[in-house]
């Protein structure tokens, strides 16, 4: 069974950092593209930043400058640094995997979410 883990959201005062986190576990064979989402009240779920199996990155305009992703291979993680954090982004964040588990082809598979919270 495949779990998707995240971590590190928080309550931050604008301005300030985050590191998010997403550990990847179970019988996994391989994992291609990683990606970060995140959700705000009353919004859609939106893509904030993908990482593929190379570590090419992409990001949504509104995180360009930044946001980091970035993933831990051997550690089966991709984590994503907020900078300069503001109001707006808050939300609950999500990772997204695509990979390869024991016994089945490859497909996405989503964390739980993590609440970041930016509020003076």
């Known amino acids: 069974q495949v779990q998707l883990v995240e971590s590190g959201g928080d309550l931050v005062q604008p301005g300030g950092s985050l590191r998010l986190s997403c550990a990847a576990s179970g019988s996994i064979l391989s994992i291609n593209s990683m990606a970060w989402y995140r959700q705000a009240p009353g919004k859609q779920r939106e893509l904030v930043a993908t990482?593929?199996?190379?570590?090419?990155?992409n990001y949504a305009d509104s995180v360009k400058g930044r946001f980091t992703i970035s993933r831990d291979n051997a550690k089966k993680t991709v984590y994503v640094q907020i900078n300069s954090l503001k109001p707006e982004d808050t939300a609950v964040y999500y990772c997204?995997?695509?990979?390869?588990?024991?016994?089945?082809?490859?497909?996405?598979?989503w964390g739980q979410g993590t609440q970041v919270t930016v509020s003076s």
């Open positions: 990482i593929t199996s190379s570590s090419i990155t």
């Open positions: 997204k995997a695509n990979l390869r588990a024991v016994g089945s082809l490859s497909r996405d598979y």
